[in-house]
């Protein structure tokens, strides 16, 4: 079993900076890959971004590439997304997912394990 738990969301103005962060335990060699997702409402769940553990290039939606970074920190099995430049656009509620196998999918059907959100608000 995997428990992935999500942190530092909250409310910011727009052209401010976030970091969220996810937490991964239990079984985490089960995961390959880790991303980001968000969901506003009455919207579907989008895709934002995605690493492997390895630490190879990691992947951005078009709507965030330039603004958000991805990164981890292995030894705590962390990922993290910095969020920089928000806009009113970007609030939804943030979720964490994590998968086996290396392929960066954008559909969150092929993601196995996820968090419980954290709520990021950008006022205008």
């Known amino acids: 079993q995997v428990q992935l738990i999500e942190s530092g969301g909250g409310l910011v103005q727009a052209g401010g900076s976030l970091r969220l962060s996810c937490a991964a335990s239990g079984r985490t060699a089960s995961i390959y890959t880790m991303a980001w997702f968000r969901q506003a409402p009455e919207k579907e769940r989008e895709f934002v971004s995605a690493?492997?553990?390895?630490?190879?290039?990691?992947y951005y939606a078009d709507s965030v590439k330039g603004r958000f970074t991805i990164s981890k920190d292995n030894a705590k099995n962390t990922v993290y997304l910095q969020m920089n430049n928000l806009k009113s656009e970007d609030t939804a509620n943030y979720y964490c997912?994590?998968?086996?196998?290396?392929?960066?999918?954008?559909?969150?059907?092929?993601?196995?394990?996820w968090g419980q959100g954290t709520q990021v608000t950008v006022s205008s």
């Open positions: 997912a994590g998968k086996s196998g290396p392929f960066f999918y954008t559909s969150p059907v092929q993601y196995t394990y």
């Open positions: 690493l492997r553990w390895s630490g190879d290039n990691p």
